[in-house]
């Protein structure tokens, strides 16, 4: 079998003794990396200096090579903060108001790119098999094989490709999308989003689509699949039924009253829809007297890239949209929604899933959204919750027993989280059984192999 090499942005290393185990996407990562050995690459996450670091920092851990690189203040600033996250971001979550184009952080992202393939390039053996993770690194395979790299070369996009309308509102995508064709596979989440791919080329007359998921363009050919990612369903299930021990789960159990419980988790980012969820919430309890006092909203939302001016000013927006939205319908005794800024274990989030009779998964737009199946996971088989699930999340395409809701209208996201409470046990069962047979058959080592089996067949 040959060598993976996995290059991402960033690479999580193996969980110490008594650390937070990780999520699923680096569990499968590791996993293939250990089955055949090889090498996962990215950036360390600190920032060095104002020249490129010379050497990567390699670590053993079994038979898996960890390679980090730092990288500069300005390659930070330019390549991550400027170009992958206030453009490729925004335009991919067809958000074409927040995008900043500037040369400067155009020029940055490209030469990052390429700093990346010269640091790697060494570490190849001929028969290795490489997987790019992410919008950060689409130029990777060009900067590879302009150096000569012949190798299987595979790249997976876990955030949504935009129609070409507003792809090519970008000043550089024509780079982005050369910057494609020289992969051997490009993965997308959704056949949705391999639509708009194809869609794009043919239409601006920049490749062909050959049939059999075969694309040709800039004299390339190359596959084209969709990929949509899944967890470790079984060991977050697992989680869950422990987790009812848990001292912070039966401590937040304990403080919900009786209430109904409904949960919301994302990291605090515009795509995630949270100030429309929160008007939605609001709107059921005015709407439904019936419940006042009787239901609790916990929303558990990490802060994210606080550097982007964008989610700074997110940050206010949320906080005190929620204490306005408490101001107006919480009473003396009852404070109906809490909002939580911090990470929190997988064993405990899997806890309180499964306290929850709502998971309400509401982004504006995602690639895939992971909360959805982690939350379908961790439910009692006996007494399932209801999934509230936008339209606009890759994972509507396969959790058919979600309730669908368009987040952008406030009142039939409000009716849906109605209907989900008073939803008989008999249909909560048929539609939670569907979904996790789904999610127990196509999870997060399946969407590996299915990847690593049509980039390099038989290898
Ligand atoms: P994200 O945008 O980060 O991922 P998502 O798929 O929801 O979104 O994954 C978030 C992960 O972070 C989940 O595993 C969740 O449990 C965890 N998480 C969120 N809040 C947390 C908290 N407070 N404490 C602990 N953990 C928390 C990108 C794309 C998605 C795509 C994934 C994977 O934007 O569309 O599904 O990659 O491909």
């Not at 043919?202 to 004299?219: M, N, P």
């Not at 000013?313 to 949320?318: E, L, S, Y």
């Not at 569907?434 to 038989?458: I, K």
């Amino acid at each position: 079998m040959s060598r993976l090499v996995v290059v991402s942005n960033r690479v999580t290393l193996p969980a110490k003794g008594g650390a937070a185990p990780a999520g699923g996407l680096a569990v499968a990562l590791q996993a293939a990396l250990e089955e055949r050995g090889g090498i996962w690459m990215g950036w360390s996450g600190k920032s060095s200096g104002t020249k490129d670091p010379e050497v990567l920092s390699l670590q053993e851990h079994g038979k898996i090579t960890y390679a980090l690189t730092d990288l500069t203040k300005t390659d930070v600033e330019e390549y991550y903060e400027g170009f992958a996250n206030r453009v490729l971001w925004p335009i991919c979550h067809y958000r074409l108001d927040l995008a900043e184009y500037g040369r400067k952080e155009m020029a940055g992202y490209f030469r990052v790119n390429r700093f990346f393939a010269h640091r790697l390039a060494p570490l190849l053996e001929e028969d290795d098999v490489i997987w790019v993770h992410d919008y950060h690194l689409i130029p990777l395979a060009t900067e590879l094989r302009q150096m000569g790299v012949k190798n299987k070369i595979g790249f997976f996009l876990h955030i949504p490709w935009p129609p070409a309308d507003v792809l090519f509102a970008m000043p550089v995508h024509e780079e982005i999308m050369r910057g494609l064709s020289h992969y051997d596979l490009v993965g997308f989440q959704t056949d949705h989003d391999l639509s708009n791919f194809g869609g794009g080329l043919v239409r601006e007359g920049i490749g062909e689509a050959l049939g059999d998921g075969l694309f040709t363009s800039y004299g390339r050919t190359f596959k084209g699949g969709f990929y949509p990612i899944g967890i470790e369903t079984k060991a977050f299930s697992e989680f869950a039924t422990k987790a009812a021990r848990n001292i912070m789960v039966r401590k937040a159990r304990q403080s919900i009253e009786g209430r109904d419980l409904i949960i919301g988790v994302d990291r605090l980012d515009y795509s995630k829809g949270i100030t429309q969820r929160i008007d939605a919430f609001e709107h059921f309890v005015k709407n439904n007297p019936g419940y006042h006092n009787k239901v609790t909203y916990l929303q558990i939302t990490p802060k994210s890239r606080s550097e982007v001016p964008e989610y700074e000013a997110m940050q206010r927006t949320v906080a005190e949209q929620a204490g306005r939205a408490n101001g107006a319908i919480g009473t003396v005794d009852w404070v109906p929604i809490r909002y939580i800024n911090r990470s929190i274990g997988r064993p405990v989030l899997a806890g309180l899933y499964r306290l929850a009779k709502i998971g309400l998964v509401t982004p504006l737009r995602d690639g895939m959204n992971l909360v959805a199946k982690e939350y379908v996971a961790a439910q009692d088989p006996d007494d399932p919750g209801v999934l509230v699930l936008s339209r606009f999340a890759g994972a509507a395409r396969e959790l058919k027993g979600a309730l669908l809701v368009n987040p952008y209208d406030i009142e039939g996201t409000a009716n849906a989280i109605a209907r989900g409470l008073s939803m008989s046990l008999e249909e909560r069962q048929e539609r939670w059984r569907r979904m996790m047979d789904h999610l127990l058959e196509h999870d997060v080592m399946r969407w590996c192999d299915d990847f690593l089996a049509d980039l390099a067949p038989g290898r």
